[in-house]
Structure formats: structure tokens, C-alpha cells
T-cell receptor, first 113, second 112 residues
């Protein structure tokens, strides 16, 4: 166990549903990340938070909405997704500087139907 | 921004052989280069990293080399074993960027 926990592990949702992915780390890291992993793009950065502040939004559609209430928790709110959004969503945490997103969660396998 | 290219995309070796995965990066200011291993159905895990003030680093059967002038770095796995089969990702990070740019991954298969 690397200390980064994601829930749920699997999620099936309809295109009109609203759901949220959760990530939690108790490693004392100040940076947290959302990545999308699919066959099309193996590791695609979505969002970066440093000290609860969003420092990067990698041109992600507004149907994905991140939230970082504190340094230990990160959410990804999902609404009106498309089937092509089906993928593995990985959360990661790390420290500022040289050691970046060193620890990944297990991921949430999302299927949009 | 940084751009990382990784080759080959797939690599198949016989058990006991060596495997080499190569990456190039575009921004000469990048100074941190981690490598991740992702087994099927599991999370990417950091297996080794190297910083720009070092040319080579070794950890048992795994070694990384860095050529700053040519802007490329490589992962070397010796005496490969079936459990080395996985997808390997290289990455490059700019100072204080707070994130890494990943390569597209190499699927390594070690045949027994």
C-alpha cells in the first residue's frame, strides 16, 4: 500500500448521471494530481493541485470538475460524461520540486454507458 | 513545454536477456527523470529515478543512464525475469514545475 487511496475502484454511470471520484493521501504531500489513462493516451495529466490551489488544468472539458478541500483529499466530480470518457482515472501525490507525482493510487475504472 | 518520446512501444525478450528502453526529452532545463512500472491491473509505481547531476544510477538489476547533452535517458534491466513483464513509463520534470511529462510507455514482455 503506497498511501494513496482511491474510491470507488469501479464505476459505471450513465451519460446523464452525476458522480464523484475520491482520492485520499496521508503521506504529508502537498501536491495532488488527476490523470486519465486510456489506450489512446497512456498517462494524460488532467489537473494539478499544490497546497490546495489548482496550478494546472490541462484543457480538460468542464464536465470534469476537480475539488481539493485540503492537502489530503482530492475529488473529481463528473457530470454529463460521454462514452469516450471511459478510462482509468488515477490520482497521485507528491512533493514540490524534484520528487513530483511519486505515488499513485489504484485508480478508478470508469465506464460511461 | 516539455515533450518526452519513448521507444520502443513494445519489447519482447527471453528470460535472462537484457532489456533497454530509451527516452528523449526536449527541454534542457528538465532535471529530474523518474521511471515507473505498471503491472497489468495495477497502479504505476516508481522504480528508479535520476537527477541531472548524476550520469548513472543502479539498483540491483535496474540501471538508468542520463546524457544531458543529447537529452536522452535510458532504463536498463539485466537478467530479465517473467515478473519484469509490465508497462514502463519514463518521465521528465522541470525544476519547480510540480509535475512530470510522461512518455507513452513501453510494454515489456519477458518470455520464460
Amino acid at each position: 500500500e503506497t498511501g494513496v487511496t482511491q474510491t470507488p475502484r469501479h464505476l459505471v454511470m450513465g451519460m446523464t448521471n452525476k458522480k464523484s471520484l475520491k482520492c485520499e493521501q496521508h503521506l504529508g504531500h502537498n501536491a495532488m494530481y488527476w490523470y486519465k489513462q486510456s489506450a489512446k493516451k497512456p498517462l494524460e495529466l488532467m489537473f494539478v493541485y499544490n497546497f490546495k490551489e489548482q496550478t494546472e488544468n490541462n484543457s480538460v472539458p468542464s464536465r470534469f470538475s476537480p475539488e481539493c478541500p485540503n492537502s489530503s483529499h482530492l475529488f473529481l466530480h463528473l457530470h454529463t460524461l460521454q462514452p469516450e470518457d471511459s478510462a482509468l482515472y488515477l490520482c497521485a501525490s507528491g512533493g514540490q520540486g524534484l520528487n513530483t507525482e511519486a505515488f499513485f493510487g489504484q485508480g478508478t475504472r470508469l465506464t460511461v454507458v | 513545454g516539455e515533450n518526452v518520446e519513448q521507444h520502443p512501444s513494445t519489447l519482447s525478450v527471453q528470460e535472462g536477456d537484457s532489456a533497454v528502453i530509451k527516452c528523449t526529452y526536449s527541454d534542457s532545463a528538465s532535471n529530474y527523470f523518474p521511471w515507473y512500472k505498471q503491472e497489468l491491473g495495477k497502479r504505476p509505481q516508481l522504480i528508479i529515478d535520476i537527477r541531472s547531476n548524476v550520469g548513472e544510477k543502479k539498483d540491483q538489476r535496474i540501471a538508468v543512464t542520463l546524457n544531458k547533452t543529447a537529452k536522452h535517458f535510458s532504463l536498463h534491466i539485466t537478467e530479465t525475469q517473467p515478473e519484469d513483464s509490465a508497462v514502463y513509463f519514463c518521465a521528465a520534470s522541470l525544476p519547480s514545475a510540480g509535475k512530470s511529462t510522461f512518455g507513452d510507455g513501453t510494454t515489456l514482455t519477458v518470455k520464460p
